[in-house]
Structures are given as C-alpha cells and as structure tokens.
C-alpha cells in the first residue's frame, strides 16, 4: 500500500478483446515506471499482435512442470528439510497422488511433518 512500487497481475490476457488489446499495447509502449506489470498464462498464442509485442518489450519465463523423477527428487529433499523420512514406494505413491503440482506436493508432504506447535 505504502511502497513505491505497484505490482499488477494480469491473468488470462489471452481473453481480451481487440479493443482492449490495443490499449494494453499502447501502455506496454510507455509503461508507468512505478509499476511492475506480471502477465500470466497458460498458453501463449505467438501469432497474435499482443503475443508479440510482450515477447519483444518483456522478460518471458516458462515453468515447465516437473517429470515424475524430477518430482520424487525434490519431495526427497523436502523431507529431508522436514526431518522426515519415508521408503521410496510410498514417496512414489505420494507424488502419483498428488500430480505435478509442487505446491500441492509440499502442502501435503509437509503434513507428513511434526505439528507446527509441537514440543521439542
């Protein structure tokens, strides 16, 4: 509220009328410089003009998701962190449970943990 900074996110731009569009390429020609503009989507349509213009004035980052290995590799370090141990099948049962998600993931890994109060 108080800081000098703005962050705006704007989702599902892919939505967007044309008209919209082409106030949102026109503010993305001067762009107000308090202001920290995060466009999320899950698909990015390239051969639109909008596409284009953010992929040419933008600073583009894809998070791919995690291969199931990859997933298995990082719940084991999460439950290393959470002094929690566990065999492999069950890890591998968890991460077949819960899907690529990584935040879901350490939701529920982390209830596999001591209770956040819990005496020591």
Request: glycine share 2%; proline share 5%; hydrophobic share 40%.
């Amino acid at each position: 509220m108080m800081s000098p900074r703005r962050v705006v996110q704007i989702r599902d731009f892919g939505k967007l009328r044309e008209s919209d569009e082409e106030a949102l390429t026109r503010y993305l020609a001067r762009p107000v410089e308090s202001s920290v503009v995060l466009f999320v989507a899950d698909d990015l349509d390239k051969r639109r003009k909008l596409s284009k213009t953010l992929m040419d004035v933008c600073a583009a980052v894809e998070f791919a998701p995690l291969s199931d290995s990859e997933l298995v590799e990082w719940a084991k370090r999460r439950l290393k962190e959470l002094k929690v141990q566990t065999d492999e099948r069950t890890l591998h049962q968890i991460v077949a449970l819960v899907g690529s998600d990584v935040r879901t993931l350490s939701n529920e890994l982390e209830k596999l943990g001591p209770p956040p109060f819990a005496k020591a």
